[in-house]
Structures are given as structure tokens and as C-alpha cells.
């Protein structure tokens, strides 16, 4: 033996060559005994590492227990209160396996038992009757057994520990060798399983409160549609019989919730086709979730909307005035809850009554679960007769089981919302939580973006919304543009899908009626939460919904409000700009002007009048005649900048002077978001601008001063720059080269004079400004039309009215500071 | 501390800092267990043996949490009490087992299965000679080469150490069979 040993370690540890790893693998194939060792041995490592690591955390252990013994009643309490959020109220029996169980009396209290009943065994379950409980059983069935659901024989539920038996033969050889038929009526059924539920307090045959009844979800390989669920009749020869089908609902599946897309539908297309990352769900987040309390933009200018007391801040005239607009939409959407009960007493009472009664009709309680789904109850109420003329099963099942050969009354008369009201009346969801009309506050009826925030966590990971079933009603739901259908399946967490789409069929008119009636159809069931969880998770909706809206509300508030005051500052930063460009510009003019006249003044041999040394002298009216001839040409030479030519007509004399064509050519001009270019005559105290034209700047040279042309390029951060010295009437071709601001600043100090310097740099600074402002302000022109164009997939009905109101607002505003 | 921190320090063999972390989740398995039927002493045993379930999975290279480690514990615990209540034939009072998910429920049932059979190992194992029990230690649990180990408990060669290894594990596979067959 301890050579297997040895071989085996070798094999283990790796330590053995190809050649005789494959022999030993194909020796444990066929060597039964070293198979044996081979297992015991890893078992026997798995012990070494058990007891190592035992070693290390009871020593470990210790250590943490003895440094924590001070102030361990406090850690004890903020763990407590840590656990009791964490762990969820479902709970597991205890899992006996008893197959030597059998009692002596079956579920009728007889002794007649049939051969399946022998030959399966018993699994046997303890739970508490008093609490919500999940058991599965050997071949996978869940069964949901919600508190209360048991009653002993004087209908009450025990106050004790109750068994639970359960027997089942859920594959065909199961139910072959359990000798059970599959017949049902003498016809042959296909079966998908079969399963023997009984609940005994002792001996005691329990039944089951049919309000409150157990859920069973029965795992069936082959996803056939139209499963349906069989009682079994005991027959006195011990044989069971199949009868009284009822149709099975489908078991939803919760997946992770944060997984699914809860976007209305085309959003996340839509942001794909403006080139967003649509995998960051941090952005798409951010962008879905700014949409909220969008219905009323105007308010974003005042500091809060919701002021803490109550669910908006404004009044609730105000809100109402704003609903008005969608009114048309919604009105029939808002039913009159005393509806249903009067049409109910008016045409129905007679017949039905509305608990588990039989008056000439059936009573009605649990009427929901057991008719087909989708238009069948509309269409049988309406006229049921034709639907038994038409063959319809379950209606002719109905008139049988009634004991007529007539059917019932016909309503054709009924309107669309009255049979409406009238089911919602009937299947008791009027007490149901709906909140009709529950958008107030919120200016408009569509589905806010805070509301979708509130549910799309992890909190509601163990219930209906985190189904990929919910996720396709959520599109839909966002059509109807109606935050109280939304409420509904939120509210009603403990209810079927099925029973909630019912009723929201009934809220909704035309294509989306329908829609919601094909939800309906589908049977899809439920996800088992208790009552308190259901509660929880419905205030957690109500306070975060406002939470959220509020932090949305005031993110955007304070965004506005900062670019508003961005605005304000751009707005008068260009006025003050645009005074002392003026006055430097006239100063400039003046200077040229009064040079210009000394020298028109000399040439012609004359002395220059006094009243042009006035820097005023723009302004100045002209009323002598004589040499004012000179003046009036000197100045027009001077604000066109052309040459002068003038002879006086009484000397013959001559004043020259020559304005000569620059050009500055700027390579490259177009990969620059902006270039300006400066002519800095000697002679004056500030600097000129060029004309821009295309990617030219053009200016008239001065013959009496000497000018140097400074060309400064803007791109991105980077500042650009050329100088040319003494320029002459040329063409330039210039190219920029990249220079620090802090080195035009010293450049432009070694050219100049001080004056001039400072001129040009406060220019400079003034067209970093400019082109700053441009891109904030084309930032928030697309930030705008993005949200625009998202509008209407975010808020399906608000279409027009209010988002093009609102985007004007935004337009007026910037246009004030454009 | 995270669960992830926690997590890293038990796969880094630090189970000193580890257990500042997980220590935390003590006094609530101890109310479960005080409340029904326990005592304080079996209450940190109960904790103790889920923690070698909990780290024994979470050292392994491929270990994913599928659970939050106060959830995963508190199960643990909560079952492994129930096993030993059934073995005392008592059962527990009106508390119930609360557990989040059934998925977890099976995933717990069968690293407690997995740990019975390596338990049974290691009960078979305590009853060898302490060398024993330090060669395979050292070099299954705390990964040491041969070389290293024979050096450290002062063997002869290399293969000294070996063949005893070789002995030993051998004396376990036959005090495991005597408690199995």
C-alpha cells in the first residue's frame, strides 16, 4: 500500500514524467483499489489544509478576541443592526428526510390510499405556519408558503410547528413505477409531473386558506406553453383521476437588476447616434436621470422647487394650470372610483356575488386567476353568448359547472371605461395601490426620470421590477406617458404581472389597452416578497423619487444659474470692451489726424489753426471757409486712409501724403480658431487693427510713420505669433510660431513702448475671452439641442408644447447676451 | 474593511488583520445560537467552524462571492448549528432560518458537505505523531518545499524527509479507513 501512496503524491505534486502520468491516469481508471486510495489521499490533503488553517484562525481568533473585549457590547449592537438590514424575511424549513414516514390517514382523512402513495417517499418539512416560507424540494419544485396560509379544522392557523409532506414523481419512470395514471376522464394527458402536498399539525389534516394560497413553481424541461394544473380525484379502487384544469402561471425569474435597460425605448440608440459611450452607464445615467422635473423648465431660475413640506414647492393652482395642457390626454385615463361598485350593483349584483358565494351565478372572488387572461373577460362580459356559440372553452366550461344551458346576461351596451371601472371594481383592485392622477407636483403626467432612479437599485433586486418581463412592460409603461401606471406595478410588488397589466388595461385606452391586455395574456406570475418588504421598498420609492427629483432640481438650478451669471459677466466684460476699444480707437485717430495736418500744414507752407491740436476734433462742426478746405481733405484722407493730394487753388502749392497698401498673408490661417493682427506705428500711442479679410489682413501704410505688423494666432490653449519690423507696402507671407504668454509679454516689452504694450496685451487677453466665451456658449447651443432632440424618446408625449416653450426661454436668454 | 479587503488578506495567508475584519460578524451568530439552545462557548465554536468553511473556499484561486461575506457567514453558521442541534436531538425554537436566496442555501449545504470529509480527514490526522503533523502541514498548507522542510525539522536529507512524509500520509489513509468502513 505504500507504494500506491508514494505514486500517488508523485502524481499529485507533479513529480512524475509524461510518459508515466498518462499510465498512472489510465491504471486510476481501471484499478479500482487505487482509485480508492487516490481519493482518500486527497482527502487526506484537504484535512492537512483544514487543520492548518483551523490552527491559523483559532490563534487569530484569540488574538482579535482578546483586544476586542473592551467595548465589545457596542461592536456587538452596530453588527446587530448591520445583520437585521441585510437578511431578507424568506425563510428555509428544516429538510427532513422521513421516507418511513406515513400516516395513517390521507389528506381526506380516510385510509384509502392509493399504490403511488406507498411507493413514493415522503419529504417532510417543519415550518412555521406564523411566517413566510420558500422550500424546495428534491426534484426542484419551489413551493412560496406565505404566513397564515394554513387553517386547522376550525379555521384558524395554528400557533404550531407544522408538518409539511410532499411527495412527487416528476419524471416519466417516476410516475411509471409509482403506478400512477395519467388519465384524465379516460383521456390520456401529457404530463409534466406530479406532486402530493399535505400540512398536518399531529394527525390533524390541515387545509389551505384559498385566499392565501401556496405557490408552486414546477420546473418543467421541455417550455410548453398551456401547462396546466390537474386535481387529483381519489377513486375507490385506489386509482387517482385527473380533473378541474386550471392553467399555470409562468415562474419569473429575477436577474440582476442593474443589468437591465430601464431607458425608454430608443434612448440609448439615440445617445449611440450622437456619439455618447452608451456602455458608461454612469453618463447615460447622468443624462437620463438630468431629464427630471424637465415638464417645468421656468422654474429652474428660482433656488428650490421643492421646499421640504410638501411635494413641490409651488402651488397647487399653479400645478393644475400646468396639467391643463395635457388634459386632453389623460382625462379619460382618470376614472370615477364609485363607477365600477354602481355599475356593479345596477347589473351584476342579481346574479354574483362578490365573495366565494354561488347566487345564480358564480361567485367572483379570485375571478382574475381563474379565467383565461387578456380581452377574454372584456369580450365575455360584453357578450358572452357568442363566445360560447364560437366554442370558446372556458366559457362553455363555465355554463356547465353552472348547471345551465344558458349563459349570461349580455352588456354590449357598456362603454370602453365603464367595463373598465366595472372589472377594476370586480377583481377588488380598486383596493389595489393606484394612485390616480399622482402627478401633481410634477407639472406634466409624463414618467419623470427621478421615479425610474428610485427603482433601478439593488433594493428591488428580489422582486417583479428585476425581471427581464418588467423591463419590456417599462417601454411600454413609458408610452402612456402616465407615472401612475408606473406606480402600479411599483406599488403592487406582491402581486402577479399578470394581475397588474389587467389593471393597467384598464387605465389606458386604444393600441396601448391592447398592449397591456398581450402582457396579460402571457401569465407571467410574480416574485414572492412579504408584506413588509413590499412596503418598505413602496416608501423607499415615494422618498427617493422626491430625493432624487430635488438633487436633479437643484443640480440644474445651480447650472442655469451659473451660466446666467456667465452670461451676465460676458455681457458686460464686451460692453466695457467695446468703450475703451472706442475711445482708444478715436484716440489713435486723432493722433494720425493732427499728424497728418502738421505735415498737410507744412507742405504747404502754411501755419496749422489752432483748434486742431483739440483731440475733439472728430466732432468738431466746421463753419469758416478758407483753409478749411485743407482740414475737410486731411480728415477724409485720414479716416479712409487714402493718399492725399491736394494743391491750393490760391498758392498752387501742394500737400502730399501717401497711404500705400499692406497685405498680411497668414499661412495656415485656417488652422487657428482665431488670429488677429496689429499695426503699431511709431508715431502713436496705441496700436491699429488690421482689416480681416478672408485669411488677409489689409491696411493702408502711413508714409509718415514707420509701422510694425504684429500677427497673433490663437489655437486651442497655444498662442501663436509674428513680427514684422519697419514693415513696407508689401505682400507678407507670414507663418506663427507657438510662444508663451508670458514671453509676448516680454517680446512685445523689447518692441515697444510701454503704452503700446499694454494695449495689445489687454486685447490679447480680451480675445482669449472671446474665444473662451464662443465655445462655452457653442457648448451649451449643443448641450441644448441634444437634450432637444432626446425630449420627445425621454417624454414621449410632451412633443411640442412645452419643450419648444422651454427651449425658447433658453434662446431669448442667450440672445440678450449674444 | 471590505469584504474584497478581507478577502485579499485571507489569500495572502494574513489571518491576523483578516480576523479584525470577520470578527465583526461574531455576536450575531452567537444570539442565533444563544437563542436557541447554545451556549457562549458553542457559539464561538459554531463561528470558528464557519470560518474555516468561509476561508477554506475563499483561499481557493478561482473563489468568486457570490454572496456578501456577513450573509455567507451568518448561513454558514446558522446551518451548521442546525446540523448540530439535529445531532443532539433537540430542534430549535421558534427562529427559523432566515436566508436571502435558495441558490446560496445550496451553495452553503454543499461547501458544508465538502468540509465534513475534511474534517473526518483532519479528526483522523490530530491522532498522529506531532512530527507527522508538522511535515504534511508544512508542506500542504503552508506550501514549503522538502528541502525547506527538511532543514527546518532537522532531517537528515531531503528524502528522509520524504519517505516519512510518505509514512505518514499513509498512517492517515489507514486511521480514515478504520473510521469510515
Known amino acids: 500500500m505504500i507504494n500506491y501512496t508514494i505514486i500517488i503524491t508523485k502524481y499529485i505534486n507533479g513529480e512524475l514524467s509524461e510518459t508515466d502520468k498518462t499510465t498512472f491516469e489510465r491504471e486510476l481508471q481501471q484499478d479500482v483499489a487505487l482509485k480508492k486510495e487516490f481519493e482518500l489521499q486527497l482527502q487526506v490533503i484537504e484535512g492537512v489544509k483544514r487543520l492548518g488553517l483551523k490552527k491559523e484562525l483559532t490563534a487569530s481568533f484569540k488574538t482579535v478576541k482578546t483586544k476586542k473585549m473592551i467595548g465589545k457590547a457596542l461592536i456587538g449592537l452596530a453588527v446587530t443592526i448591520a445583520i437585521i438590514g441585510a437578511v431578507v424575511l424568506i425563510n428555509k424549513s428544516i429538510h427532513k428526510n422521513a421516507s418511513e414516514v406515513l400516516y395513517e390517514l390521507n389528506e381526506q382523512g380516510n385510509a384509502n390510499w392509493s399504490e403511488a402513495d406507498k411507493k413514493l417517499e415522503s419529504q417532510l418539512f417543519n415550518l412555521n405556519p406564523l411566517r413566510d416560507t420558500i422550500i424546495e424540494t428534491r426534484s426542484g419544485i419551489v413551493f412560496s408558503i406565505p404566513a397564515n396560509s394554513f387553517l386547522n379544522k376550525q379555521g384558524e392557523v395554528p400557533h404550531k410547528i407544522i408538518d409539511l409532506e410532499i411527495k412527487e414523481a416528476m419524471t416519466p419512470s417516476e410516475i411509471m413505477k409509482a403506478g400512477l395514471s395519467t388519465m384524465s376522464n379516460e383521456k390520456l394527458l401529457e404530463t409534466g409531473g406530479m406532486f402530493y402536498v399535505n400540512a398536518r399539525v399531529g394527525e390533524e389534516n390541515l387545509s389551505i386558506d384559498k385566499n392565501n394560497p401556496l405557490n408552486a413553481n414546477v420546473p418543467i424541461n421541455n417550455n410548453k406553453k398551456d401547462m396546466m394544473l390537474f386535481k387529483g380525484e381519489r377513486k375507490a379502487d385506489g386509482r387517482i383521476n385527473w380533473i378541474d384544469p386550471k392553467p399555470m402561471k409562468k415562474k419569473l425569474t429575477t436577474v440582476d437588476i442593474t443589468k437591465l435597460n430601464f431607458y425608454p425605448e430608443h434612448f440609448l440608440d439615440s445617445l449611440k447616434e450622437i456619439g455618447f459611450d452608451i456602455k458608461n452607464k454612469k453618463l447615460t445615467d447622468s443624462i437620463y436621470y438630468s431629464y427630471s422635473g424637465y415638464c417645468h423648465f421656468e422654474n429652474y431660475d428660482l433656488p428650490t422647487r421643492y421646499d421640504g413640506e410638501s411635494e413641490s414647492g409651488y402651488s397647487f393652482d399653479e400645478s393644475i394650470t400646468k396639467s391643463k395642457a395635457y388634459g386632453a390626454v389623460f382625462s379619460d385615463t382618470i376614472p370615477q372610483t364609485s363607477n365600477g361598485e354602481r355599475l356593479f350593483k345596477q347589473n351584476c349584483a342579481v346574479c354574483h356575488s362578490m365573495g366565494k358565494q354561488k347566487l345564480t351565478g358564480p361567485g367572483l372572488e379570485g375571478l382574475l386567476d381563474r379565467v383565461p387572461k387578456g380581452e377574454w373577460l372584456k369580450n365575455y362580459i360584453l357578450n358572452n353568448n357568442k363566445m360560447i356559440i364560437s366554442g370558446d372553452y372556458y366559457a362553455k366550461k363555465l355554463v356547465d359547472d353552472n348547471g345551465g344551458a344558458d349563459g349570461m346576461g349580455e352588456f354590449e351596451f357598456f362603454k370602453n371605461d365603464e367595463i373598465n371601472s366595472l372589472i377594476r371594481y370586480i377583481t377588488h383592485s380598486e383596493n389595489w395601490n393606484i394612485d390616480y392622477n399622482n402627478n401633481v407636483g410634477e407639472g406634466c403626467s409624463e414618467i419623470d426620470p427621478a421615479r425610474i432612479k428610485a427603482i433601478w437599485n439593488k433594493e428591488f433586486r428580489q422582486t417583479i421590477l428585476a425581471t427581464k418581463e418588467f423591463e419590456e412592460r417599462l417601454k411600454v409603461i413609458f408610452k402612456t406617458c402616465n407615472a401612475s401606471i408606473l406606480n402600479l406595478y411599483v406599488k403592487n410588488l406582491n402581486k402577479n404581472l399578470y394581475e397588474i397589466d389587467s389593471v393597467a388595461s384598464t387605465m389606458v385606452g386604444g393600441e396601448l389597452q391592447s398592449k397591456f391586455l398581450e402582457f396579460a395574456a402571457r401569465q407571467d406570475g410574480g416574485v414572492f416578497i412579504s408584506d413588509s418588504q413590499s412596503q418598505k421598498l413602496q416608501s423607499y420609492f415615494e422618498e427617493k423619487r422626491i430625493i432624487y427629483a430635488k438633487a436633479v432640481n437643484d443640480a440644474l438650478s445651480k447650472m442655469y444659474k451659473k451660466e446666467l451669471s456667465q452670461n451676465n459677466d460676458a455681457f458686460n466684460k464686451r460692453n466695457i470692451q467695446m468703450l475703451e476699444e472706442g475711445i482708444r480707437a478715436s484716440k489713435t485717430f486723432s493722433e494720425e489726424l493732427e499728424l497728418n495736418m502738421d505735415e498737410a500744414y507744412r507742405q504747404l507752407g502754411e501755419k496749422k489753426p489752432q483748434a486742431f491740436v483739440s483731440a475733439d476734433y472728430v466732432s468738431a462742426d466746421i463753419t469758416q471757409t478758407g483753409w478749411n478746405n485743407v482740414d475737410k481733405y486731411v480728415l477724409s484722407t485720414t479716416v479712409n486712409r487714402t493718399t492725399l493730394n491736394y494743391t491750393n487753388p490760391e498758392s498752387g502749392k501742394k500737400a502730399i501724403i501717401k497711404y500705400e497698401p499692406i497685405t498680411v498673408n497668414v499661412n495656415n490661417f485656417k488652422n487657428y480658431d482665431r488670429v488677429v493682427s496689429y499695426m503699431i506705428p511709431d508715431k502713436l500711442s496705441s496700436f491699429q487693427l488690421m482689416k480681416n479679410i478672408g485669411s488677409v489682413f489689409k491696411e493702408n501704410l502711413n508714409e509718415l510713420m514707420n509701422c510694425s505688423i504684429v500677427t497673433v494666432g490663437f489655437k486651442g490653449d497655444k498662442t501663436f505669433y509674428n513680427e514684422i519690423k519697419l514693415a513696407k507696402a508689401h505682400v507678407y507671407l507670414v507663418d506663427l510660431t507657438v510662444i508663451k504668454n508670458t514671453d509676448l509679454d516680454k517680446k512685445l516689452n523689447l518692441s515697444f513702448p510701454l503704452n503700446q504694450q499694454t494695449d495689445i496685451m489687454k486685447d490679447i487677453n480680451y480675445q482669449l475671452f472671446e474665444i473662451k466665451e464662443t465655445t462655452r456658449q457653442k457648448q451649451i447651443q449643443n448641450r441644448e439641442q441634444i437634450r432637444n432632440r432626446l425630449l420627445p424618446i425621454v417624454f414621449p408625449c410632451a412633443t411640442q408644447a412645452q419643450p419648444a416653450a422651454q427651449a425658447d426661454t433658453l434662446r431669448q436668454k442667450q440672445a440678450l447676451f449674444n | ?181
Open chain 2, 1 to 181: 474593511m471590505t469584504d474584497q479587503d478581507i478577502i485579499n488578506l485571507i489569500k495572502e495567508n494574513k489571518y491576523n488583520p483578516a480576523m479584525k475584519g470577520l470578527y465583526a460578524y461574531l455576536p450575531v451568530v452567537k444570539k442565533f445560537v444563544l437563542k436557541n439552545n447554545g451556549t457562549r462557548q458553542e457559539a464561538e465554536d459554531v463561528f470558528q467552524e464557519g470560518l474555516v468553511i468561509f476561508c477554506n473556499k475563499a483561499i481557493k484561486s478561482d473563489f468568486l462571492l457570490t454572496a456578501s461575506i456577513n450573509t455567507y457567514l451568518y448561513s454558514v453558521c446558522k446551518l451548521l448549528w442546525l446540523h448540530e442541534l439535529k445531532k443532539k436531538n433537540k430542534t430549535i425554537k421558534n427562529d427559523f432560518i432566515e436566508l436571502t436566496d435558495l441558490n446560496l442555501v445550496d451553495e452553503i449545504n454543499e461547501d458544508i458537505e465538502k468540509d465534513k470529509s475534511a474534517k473526518q480527514a483532519q479528526n483522523a490526522l490530530i491522532k498522529l505523531g506531532e512530527k507527522c503533523k508538522e511535515i504534511l502541514e508544512l508542506f500542504y498548507f503552508k506550501k514549503l518545499s522538502m528541502k525547506e522542510i527538511a532543514s527546518k525539522l532537522g532531517f537528515a536529507s531531503e528524502k528522509g524527509a520524504k519517505n516519512q512524509k510518505y509514512r505518514c500520509i499513509e498512517k492517515v489513509k489507514e486511521n480514515l479507513k478504520n473510521e469510515l468502513f
